[in-house]
């Protein structure tokens, strides 16, 4: 072999010689070398919505409470069924007339009141209806505007006794004092254990 084929042959194998080295210099083994795993976990690009907390009720919105209206304590209230509420104006002390009376405001367990008569020439005044009561007795007295007894109590005679509905007249005498002034007549029965009132029933007039 010649000289310039001997050196090239040589430098061919310095060649892969040098570089076998380097690959195991670097590779340290026969291991293949794989990259770390990145420890920080990825995070949220910047394109993903962030939910925003609901806005407080700073008190300038009205709450569903405050829109719907509520009912007052009490706001419904009920007539008292021993009183008729109404006053009632009748020109009792010039000629002569009726009045019916109608509602739930003149009856009661006791008391069905029909119609208030009145006459000019009798001075009365009537009250026309019916009745149930113990041995078919009632009574009926009168107060003026402070509640205060000015009629005292009399009694009403019914057509039949409990538990027969009987007819009734009580005849109020139709006095000066009366005139122009609330006066409140009432009506009642007594319990025939004790006498107590039962059965209140009150009509409110004023007579002119």
Known sequence: ??????AAAGAVVIVLGGGYTAYRFTKGDDTPVTAPAD??????????????????NNGTTPSNDTNSPKPAEGGTTTPDSNTNSDLITLSAFSGSGSYPLKGNAFGNNSFQLERIDWSESSKTLSFVGKMRAFEAVGYFRVRDKNKVVIESESPIKASAGAPEWGTIKADLALVPEYKGQPLFVDFYTKSAKDGSRTDMLTVKLQLQ
Do not use: I
Request: no cysteine; glycine share 0%; charged share 20%.
């Open 1 to 6: 072999m010649s000289f310039k084929k001997w």
């Open 39 to 56: 420890p920080a976990p990825s995070k949220p690009s910047d394109n993903t919505a962030t939910p925003q907390p609901a806005p407080e």
